[in-house]
Protein backbone atom coordinates (compact mmCIF):
# COMPACT_ATOMS: atom_id res chain seq x y z
CA UNK A 1 0.00 0.00 0.00
CA UNK A 2 1.17 3.42 -1.06
CA UNK A 3 -0.33 6.42 0.32
CA UNK A 4 0.05 10.29 -0.20
CA UNK A 5 0.91 12.24 3.19
CA UNK A 6 -0.57 15.43 3.44
CA UNK A 7 -0.06 18.25 6.11
CA UNK A 8 -2.51 21.44 5.96
CA UNK A 9 0.02 24.18 7.26
CA UNK A 10 -0.71 28.10 6.96
CA UNK A 11 -3.91 27.71 5.47
CA UNK A 12 -3.07 25.31 2.91
CA UNK A 13 -2.45 21.73 2.59
CA UNK A 14 0.69 20.47 1.49
CA UNK A 15 2.38 17.45 -0.43
CA UNK A 16 4.77 16.32 2.41
CA UNK A 17 6.05 12.72 1.22
CA UNK A 18 4.89 8.92 0.58
CA UNK A 19 4.31 6.15 3.22
CA UNK A 20 4.66 2.51 2.06
CA UNK A 21 2.73 0.13 4.69
CA UNK A 22 3.64 -3.54 4.06
CA UNK A 23 0.03 -5.01 3.88
CA UNK A 24 1.03 -7.87 5.83
CA UNK A 25 2.76 -6.48 9.25
CA UNK A 26 2.53 -2.95 10.55
CA UNK A 27 6.58 -2.33 8.85
CA UNK A 28 6.00 1.06 7.36
CA UNK A 29 8.69 3.42 5.45
CA UNK A 30 9.08 7.25 4.52
CA UNK A 31 10.02 9.06 2.13
CA UNK A 32 9.64 13.04 1.75
CA UNK A 33 8.54 14.51 -1.48
CA UNK A 34 11.46 16.04 -2.97
CA UNK A 35 9.34 19.51 -3.93
CA UNK A 36 8.83 19.57 0.03
CA UNK A 37 12.66 19.24 0.41
CA UNK A 38 12.99 21.99 -1.67
CA UNK A 39 10.85 24.60 -0.11
CA UNK A 40 12.53 26.81 2.38
CA UNK A 41 9.87 26.46 4.90
CA UNK A 42 9.44 22.51 5.06
CA UNK A 43 9.48 20.79 8.17
CA UNK A 44 9.11 17.53 9.27
CA UNK A 45 6.26 16.08 10.20
CA UNK A 46 7.37 13.70 13.56
CA UNK A 47 10.80 15.14 14.79
CA UNK A 48 12.16 12.39 16.47
CA UNK A 49 10.85 9.58 14.05
CA UNK A 50 11.17 11.32 10.81
CA UNK A 51 13.80 14.11 10.21
CA UNK A 52 13.97 16.31 7.25
CA UNK A 53 16.32 14.28 4.93
CA UNK A 54 15.73 12.62 1.65
CA UNK A 55 15.81 8.67 1.02
CA UNK A 56 13.81 6.58 2.84
CA UNK A 57 13.34 6.14 6.55
CA UNK A 58 11.88 2.21 7.23
CA UNK A 59 10.01 1.38 11.21
CA UNK A 60 8.85 -1.47 11.87
CA UNK A 61 5.36 -0.03 13.41
CA UNK A 62 3.72 3.01 12.34
CA UNK A 63 5.42 6.77 12.80
CA UNK A 64 4.52 8.28 16.03
CA UNK A 65 2.87 11.28 13.94
CA UNK A 66 1.38 9.07 12.10
CA UNK A 67 0.02 6.94 14.82
CA UNK A 68 -1.60 9.61 16.94
CA UNK A 69 -4.35 10.45 14.07
CA UNK A 70 -5.38 6.81 14.65
CA UNK A 71 -8.59 5.95 16.83
CA UNK A 72 -8.18 4.74 20.25
CA UNK A 73 -9.65 1.87 21.77
CA UNK A 74 -12.93 3.23 21.78
CA UNK A 75 -12.66 3.75 18.01
CA UNK A 76 -11.12 0.37 17.56
CA UNK A 77 -14.22 -1.24 18.68
CA UNK A 78 -16.72 0.86 16.78
CA UNK A 79 -14.27 0.40 13.26
CA UNK A 80 -14.94 -3.82 14.74
CA UNK A 81 -18.53 -3.70 15.09
CA UNK A 82 -19.08 -1.36 11.40
CA UNK A 83 -17.31 -4.43 10.27
CA UNK A 84 -19.19 -6.89 11.33
CA UNK A 85 -22.54 -5.06 10.19
CA UNK A 86 -20.82 -4.76 6.87
CA UNK A 87 -21.10 -0.56 7.78
CA UNK A 88 -17.37 -0.60 6.31
CA UNK A 89 -16.06 -2.95 3.20
CA UNK A 90 -13.37 -4.33 4.66
CA UNK A 91 -11.68 -5.25 7.57
CA UNK A 92 -8.86 -3.22 9.05
CA UNK A 93 -5.55 -5.07 9.71
CA UNK A 94 -2.48 -2.90 9.85
CA UNK A 95 -2.44 -0.12 12.26
CA UNK A 96 -2.47 2.09 8.97
CA UNK A 97 -6.16 0.53 7.99
CA UNK A 98 -7.05 1.97 11.31
CA UNK A 99 -5.85 5.57 10.65
CA UNK A 100 -7.44 5.52 7.21
CA UNK A 101 -11.12 4.43 8.76
CA UNK A 102 -11.05 7.13 10.30
CA UNK A 103 -13.37 10.59 9.11
CA UNK A 104 -11.11 13.01 7.52
CA UNK A 105 -13.16 15.76 9.26
CA UNK A 106 -12.42 14.54 12.78
CA UNK A 107 -8.75 13.01 12.48
CA UNK A 108 -6.88 14.65 14.98
CA UNK A 109 -4.14 16.96 14.03
CA UNK A 110 -3.12 18.48 10.61
CA UNK A 111 -1.79 15.34 8.38
CA UNK A 112 -4.19 13.95 5.66
CA UNK A 113 -4.13 10.70 3.58
CA UNK A 114 -4.72 9.89 -0.06
CA UNK A 115 -4.20 7.31 -2.94
CA UNK A 116 -2.93 8.99 -6.47
CA UNK A 117 -5.55 12.05 -7.23
CA UNK A 118 -8.54 10.60 -5.15
CA UNK A 119 -9.97 12.51 -1.82
CA UNK A 120 -8.78 12.76 1.48
CA UNK A 121 -9.51 9.29 2.85
CA UNK A 122 -12.62 8.83 5.11
CA UNK A 123 -15.30 6.85 4.68
CA UNK A 124 -18.56 8.16 3.53
CA UNK A 125 -20.35 7.65 7.22
CA UNK A 126 -22.04 10.77 7.60
CA UNK A 127 -21.26 14.72 9.06
CA UNK A 128 -20.32 15.92 12.66
CA UNK A 129 -23.22 15.71 14.65
CA UNK A 130 -24.80 19.10 16.79
CA UNK A 131 -23.91 18.86 19.83
CA UNK A 132 -27.74 19.11 20.40
CA UNK A 133 -27.27 15.59 19.36
CA UNK A 134 -25.71 14.23 23.10
CA UNK A 135 -28.81 12.39 23.69
CA UNK A 136 -28.87 10.29 20.49
CA UNK A 137 -25.00 9.58 20.25
CA UNK A 138 -24.83 8.48 24.43
CA UNK A 139 -28.04 6.20 23.20
CA UNK A 140 -25.67 4.70 20.15
CA UNK A 141 -23.11 4.39 22.75
CA UNK A 142 -24.63 2.48 25.42
CA UNK A 143 -26.10 0.18 22.74
CA UNK A 144 -22.41 -0.59 22.07
CA UNK A 145 -21.78 -1.76 24.86
CA UNK A 146 -24.92 -3.37 25.37
CA UNK A 147 -24.10 -4.99 21.94
CA UNK A 148 -27.21 -4.17 20.22
CA UNK A 149 -26.17 -1.37 17.98
CA UNK A 150 -27.80 -1.01 14.93
CA UNK A 151 -26.02 -0.32 11.69
CA UNK A 152 -27.65 3.69 12.17
CA UNK A 153 -26.06 3.84 15.63
CA UNK A 154 -22.72 2.64 14.11
CA UNK A 155 -22.51 5.13 11.09
CA UNK A 156 -23.86 7.89 13.44
CA UNK A 157 -20.79 7.52 15.83
CA UNK A 158 -18.00 6.92 13.21
CA UNK A 159 -19.38 10.15 11.64
CA UNK A 160 -18.53 11.75 14.97
CA UNK A 161 -14.65 10.36 14.52
CA UNK A 162 -12.91 8.82 17.34
CA UNK A 163 -9.66 10.92 18.72
CA UNK A 164 -7.05 10.37 21.15
CA UNK A 165 -8.36 9.66 24.61
CA UNK A 166 -8.59 5.87 25.81
CA UNK A 167 -11.17 2.72 25.93
CA UNK A 168 -14.26 5.49 27.23
CA UNK A 169 -16.91 6.19 25.04
CA UNK A 170 -16.55 9.15 22.71
CA UNK A 171 -17.81 11.32 19.72
CA UNK A 172 -16.80 14.71 18.01
CA UNK A 173 -19.59 16.78 18.15
CA UNK A 174 -20.23 20.58 16.29
CA UNK A 175 -20.26 23.40 18.50
CA UNK A 176 -20.64 26.21 15.66
CA UNK A 177 -19.16 26.25 12.04
CA UNK A 178 -15.78 27.23 13.72
CA UNK A 179 -15.46 24.50 16.31
CA UNK A 180 -15.71 21.18 17.10
CA UNK A 181 -15.67 19.37 20.38
CA UNK A 182 -15.25 16.05 21.79
CA UNK A 183 -17.89 14.79 24.07
CA UNK A 184 -17.40 11.67 26.42
CA UNK A 185 -20.01 9.82 27.73
CA UNK A 186 -20.61 7.71 30.71
CA UNK A 187 -20.53 4.46 30.73
CA UNK A 188 -23.32 1.72 31.90
CA UNK A 189 -20.89 0.36 34.55
CA UNK A 190 -19.60 3.46 36.05
CA UNK A 191 -19.96 3.59 39.29
CA UNK A 192 -18.87 7.35 39.90
CA UNK A 193 -19.77 10.61 37.77
CA UNK A 194 -16.43 10.99 36.14
CA UNK A 195 -17.81 13.28 33.86
CA UNK A 196 -18.18 15.23 36.63
CA UNK A 197 -14.94 14.87 37.80
CA UNK A 198 -13.11 15.71 34.80
CA UNK A 199 -14.93 19.20 34.50
CA UNK A 200 -14.12 19.75 37.99
CA UNK A 201 -10.32 18.68 37.60
CA UNK A 202 -10.23 20.98 34.78
CA UNK A 203 -11.50 24.52 37.10
CA UNK A 204 -9.39 23.62 39.60
CA UNK A 205 -6.10 23.38 37.11
CA UNK A 206 -7.31 26.59 35.70
CA UNK A 207 -7.58 28.33 39.39
CA UNK A 208 -3.64 26.83 39.15
CA UNK A 209 -2.65 28.56 36.91
CA UNK A 210 -2.82 25.53 35.00
CA UNK A 211 -3.92 26.30 30.38
CA UNK A 212 -6.35 23.78 29.65
CA UNK A 213 -8.76 23.35 26.84
CA UNK A 214 -12.34 24.47 27.43
CA UNK A 215 -14.62 22.54 28.69
CA UNK A 216 -18.17 22.17 30.12
CA UNK A 217 -20.53 19.63 31.88
CA UNK A 218 -23.78 19.39 29.98
CA UNK A 219 -26.46 17.59 31.89
CA UNK A 220 -28.66 14.80 29.65
CA UNK A 221 -31.73 13.42 31.77
CA UNK A 222 -29.98 12.33 34.71
CA UNK A 223 -26.44 11.65 33.53
CA UNK A 224 -23.89 13.80 32.59
CA UNK A 225 -21.34 14.45 29.62
CA UNK A 226 -17.87 16.23 29.08
CA UNK A 227 -17.15 18.22 26.36
CA UNK A 228 -13.76 19.26 25.38
CA UNK A 229 -13.28 22.05 22.94
CA UNK A 230 -10.79 20.60 20.33
CA UNK A 231 -7.70 23.54 19.91
CA UNK A 232 -6.28 21.49 16.85
CA UNK A 233 -8.96 23.24 14.89
CA UNK A 234 -8.97 27.09 14.48
CA UNK A 235 -12.10 28.86 12.49
CA UNK A 236 -11.87 25.88 10.67
CA UNK A 237 -8.05 25.26 9.63
CA UNK A 238 -6.35 22.36 11.54
CA UNK A 239 -3.25 22.80 13.64
CA UNK A 240 -0.28 20.31 13.60
CA UNK A 241 -0.24 17.92 16.54
CA UNK A 242 1.87 14.98 17.95
CA UNK A 243 1.70 13.47 21.54
CA UNK A 244 4.44 13.18 24.08
CA UNK A 245 4.73 9.68 23.19
CA UNK A 246 5.60 10.87 19.75
CA UNK A 247 8.05 14.30 20.79
CA UNK A 248 10.05 11.41 22.28
CA UNK A 249 9.85 9.05 19.60
CA UNK A 250 10.57 6.08 22.44
CA UNK A 251 9.78 2.49 22.25
CA UNK A 252 6.09 1.51 22.19
CA UNK A 253 6.08 0.11 26.36
CA UNK A 254 8.10 2.79 27.60
CA UNK A 255 6.38 4.99 30.03
CA UNK A 256 9.06 7.54 29.58
CA UNK A 257 9.05 10.66 32.21
CA UNK A 258 8.12 14.21 33.21
CA UNK A 259 11.75 15.09 32.57
CA UNK A 260 12.57 13.26 29.91
CA UNK A 261 9.99 15.90 28.18
CA UNK A 262 11.30 18.48 29.58
CA UNK A 263 14.21 17.27 27.38
CA UNK A 264 11.87 17.38 24.46
CA UNK A 265 11.09 20.38 25.26
CA UNK A 266 14.25 21.67 25.33
CA UNK A 267 15.05 19.80 21.86
CA UNK A 268 12.04 20.87 19.43
CA UNK A 269 10.10 23.29 21.77
CA UNK A 270 9.00 27.13 20.98
CA UNK A 271 8.75 29.36 23.93
CA UNK A 272 10.96 26.53 25.93
CA UNK A 273 11.30 28.09 29.41
CA UNK A 274 7.45 29.06 29.92
CA UNK A 275 6.59 25.58 28.72
CA UNK A 276 9.13 24.02 31.01
CA UNK A 277 7.21 25.63 33.74
CA UNK A 278 4.20 25.03 32.41
CA UNK A 279 4.83 21.34 32.70
CA UNK A 280 6.61 21.31 36.05
CA UNK A 281 3.17 22.73 37.05
CA UNK A 282 1.09 19.87 35.30
CA UNK A 283 3.03 17.54 37.20
CA UNK A 284 2.46 18.39 40.46
CA UNK A 285 -1.34 19.14 39.77
CA UNK A 286 -1.03 15.14 38.72
CA UNK A 287 -0.13 14.27 41.65
CA UNK A 288 -1.87 16.38 43.80
CA UNK A 289 -5.16 15.93 42.03
CA UNK A 290 -4.42 12.06 41.69
CA UNK A 291 -4.97 12.65 37.75
CA UNK A 292 -3.33 9.14 37.13
CA UNK A 293 -4.14 8.51 33.59
CA UNK A 294 -1.47 10.93 32.41
CA UNK A 295 0.26 8.22 30.06
CA UNK A 296 2.26 10.73 27.58
CA UNK A 297 -0.27 10.11 24.81
CA UNK A 298 -2.41 12.67 27.28
CA UNK A 299 0.77 15.28 26.84
CA UNK A 300 0.09 16.83 23.30
CA UNK A 301 2.44 19.65 21.33
CA UNK A 302 0.91 21.61 18.49
CA UNK A 303 3.00 23.31 16.21
CA UNK A 304 2.64 27.27 16.09
CA UNK A 305 5.94 28.22 14.57
CA UNK A 306 7.33 26.31 11.43
CA UNK A 307 9.10 23.05 12.66
CA UNK A 308 8.93 24.18 16.62
CA UNK A 309 6.59 22.66 18.97
CA UNK A 310 4.40 23.86 21.88
CA UNK A 311 3.00 22.31 25.13
CA UNK A 312 -0.78 22.18 23.51
CA UNK A 313 -3.65 22.71 26.32
CA UNK A 314 -4.25 20.31 28.69
CA UNK A 315 -7.15 17.79 27.32
CA UNK A 316 -7.26 15.08 30.10
CA UNK A 317 -7.28 15.41 33.44
CA UNK A 318 -9.28 13.19 35.24
CA UNK A 319 -9.05 12.40 39.37
CA UNK A 320 -9.15 8.88 40.56
CA UNK A 321 -9.92 7.71 43.35
CA UNK A 322 -7.35 5.54 45.78
CA UNK A 323 -9.26 2.39 44.85
CA UNK A 324 -9.41 2.31 41.33
CA UNK A 325 -4.83 3.49 41.17
CA UNK A 326 -3.70 -0.19 41.23
CA UNK A 327 -5.49 0.16 37.44
CA UNK A 328 -3.47 3.00 35.98
CA UNK A 329 -0.07 3.45 34.61
CA UNK A 330 1.47 6.95 35.51
CA UNK A 331 4.02 8.53 33.95
CA UNK A 332 7.29 8.59 36.20
CA UNK A 333 8.52 11.63 37.58
CA UNK A 334 11.87 11.35 36.19
CA UNK A 335 13.98 8.40 34.70
CA UNK A 336 15.47 7.38 37.94
CA UNK A 337 12.16 5.68 39.09
CA UNK A 338 11.83 6.95 42.63
CA UNK A 339 9.39 6.80 45.49
CA UNK A 340 7.02 9.79 44.31
CA UNK A 341 6.84 12.44 47.06
CA UNK A 342 6.81 16.52 46.82
CA UNK A 343 10.70 16.17 48.12
CA UNK A 344 11.33 14.47 44.91
CA UNK A 345 9.46 16.52 42.62
CA UNK A 346 11.15 19.68 43.67
CA UNK A 347 14.21 17.93 43.30
CA UNK A 348 13.67 17.90 39.86
CA UNK A 349 12.98 21.28 39.85
CA UNK A 350 15.88 22.64 37.85
CA UNK A 351 15.44 19.91 35.19
CA UNK A 352 12.49 22.50 34.30
CA UNK A 353 14.48 25.66 34.43
CA UNK A 354 12.95 26.49 37.91
CA UNK A 355 14.88 27.99 40.96
CA UNK A 356 13.54 26.38 44.40
CA UNK A 357 11.67 29.80 45.49
CA UNK A 358 9.74 29.38 42.13
CA UNK A 359 9.19 26.07 41.93
CA UNK A 360 7.76 26.69 45.89
CA UNK A 361 5.83 29.14 44.73
CA UNK A 362 3.70 27.77 41.65
CA UNK A 363 3.49 24.45 44.57
CA UNK A 364 1.86 26.73 46.91
CA UNK A 365 -0.48 27.82 44.09
CA UNK A 366 -1.22 24.53 42.96
CA UNK A 367 -1.75 23.42 46.85
CA UNK A 368 -3.99 26.14 47.54
CA UNK A 369 -6.36 25.37 44.27
CA UNK A 370 -6.82 21.95 44.76
CA UNK A 371 -7.66 22.71 48.99
CA UNK A 372 -10.54 24.55 47.34
CA UNK A 373 -11.87 20.88 45.46
CA UNK A 374 -15.25 20.76 47.51
CA UNK A 375 -16.00 24.63 47.62
CA UNK A 376 -15.31 24.66 43.83
CA UNK A 377 -17.75 21.21 43.01
CA UNK A 378 -20.55 22.98 45.12
CA UNK A 379 -20.12 25.95 43.01
CA UNK A 380 -21.19 23.35 40.49
CA UNK A 381 -24.05 22.05 41.88
CA UNK A 382 -22.36 18.92 42.43
CA UNK A 383 -24.25 16.44 44.51
CA UNK A 384 -21.91 15.38 48.19
CA UNK A 385 -22.32 11.91 46.75
CA UNK A 386 -20.95 12.91 43.66
CA UNK A 387 -17.93 14.60 45.37
CA UNK A 388 -17.71 12.41 48.53
CA UNK A 389 -16.79 9.47 45.73
CA UNK A 390 -13.75 11.97 44.70
CA UNK A 391 -12.50 12.72 48.40
CA UNK A 392 -9.54 10.22 48.33
CA UNK A 393 -8.43 11.92 44.64
CA UNK A 394 -8.24 15.23 46.39
CA UNK A 395 -7.31 14.13 50.32
CA UNK A 396 -4.02 11.87 50.72
CA UNK A 397 -0.44 11.68 51.88
CA UNK A 398 1.22 13.80 48.89
CA UNK A 399 -1.48 16.73 50.18
CA UNK A 400 -0.04 16.50 53.00
CA UNK A 401 3.35 16.44 52.48
CA UNK A 402 2.56 19.44 50.10
CA UNK A 403 1.31 21.20 53.04
CA UNK A 404 3.42 21.00 55.43
CA UNK A 405 6.37 22.54 52.80
CA UNK A 406 4.34 25.46 51.77
CA UNK A 407 3.82 26.38 55.40
Not at 43 to 56: A, E, K, N, T, W
Not at 184 to 201: C, M, S, V
Not at 215 to 221: C, E, W
Request: glycine share 8%; charged share 25%; net charge neutral.
Amino acid sequence: MSIEVHIDWSGQTHFAGHLHADPRSNRVSFEYDPTWLGRPDAFSIDPSSLPLRRGMTHGAMLFGAIQDCGPDRWGRILIERAVRKQVLAEKPYSDMDHVLSLNDATRIGALRFREGDGPFLAPDIGNIPPVIELGALLRAADAIHGETETARDLRFLLGAGSPLGGARPKAVVRLSADHIAIAKFPKPDDTRDIAAGEILAFTLARKAGIQTAEGRLIAVGRQNISVITRFDRKKGSRTPFISGFTLLGLPKDDPGAYTLLADGIRQFGDQIESDLHELWRRLVFSLLASNYDDHLRNHAFLMQERGRWSLAPAYDLNPVPEIERGRMNKTPVSEDDEEVSIDNVLAVAPRFALRPVEAKRILKQVFAAISSWRQTGRKFSLKATTLDAYASAFEHPLMKEAGRLVE
